[in-house]
């Protein structure tokens, strides 16, 4: 059974950073697509990072570009988001996402057959 759970959200002050962790089980993290959607209260859900399967190419929001960084240790099969330069606005539930392609528009949500459950990043002074 394919399965991915999300930890490291919790709360952190403007300008703070935190670190995702998604471990996966159920299948092998070589062969994925696999990255994070986030949604903010009251928003839709928004692509934020993706990394490619085939050559560990990655895809960044521009609202996050220069402050998240992504990386796959496939040893432990988990996919970590570096989140630096925390602002009030990347507030909210972030998910980890997983297909196995090809996808087309890495910010279409409904590109990714597997969903984590969530985990709550709050950014508040």
């Known amino acids: 059974q394919l399965q991915l759970v999300e930890s490291g959200g919790g709360l952190v002050q403007p300008g703070g950073s935190l670190r995702l962790s998604c471990a996966v089980s159920g299948f092998t993290l070589d062969f994925y697509v696999i990255g994070w959607f986030r949604q903010a209260p009251g928003k839709e859900r928004e692509g934020v990072s993706f990394?490619?399967?085939?050559?560990?190419?990655?895809y960044y929001a521009d609202s996050v570009k220069g402050r998240f960084t992504i990386s796959r240790d496939n040893a432990k099969n988990t996919v970590y988001l570096q989140m630096n330069s925390l602002k009030l606005e990347d507030t909210a539930v972030y998910f980890c996402?997983?297909?196995?392609?090809?996808?087309?528009?890495?910010?279409?949500?409904?590109?990714?057959?597997?969903w984590g459950q969530g985990t709550y990043v709050i950014v508040s002074s």
């Open positions: 990394i490619s399967s085939s050559d560990g190419s990655t």
């Open positions: 996402v997983a297909d196995d392609g090809p996808i087309h528009d890495y910010s279409d949500l409904y590109e990714y057959d597997y």
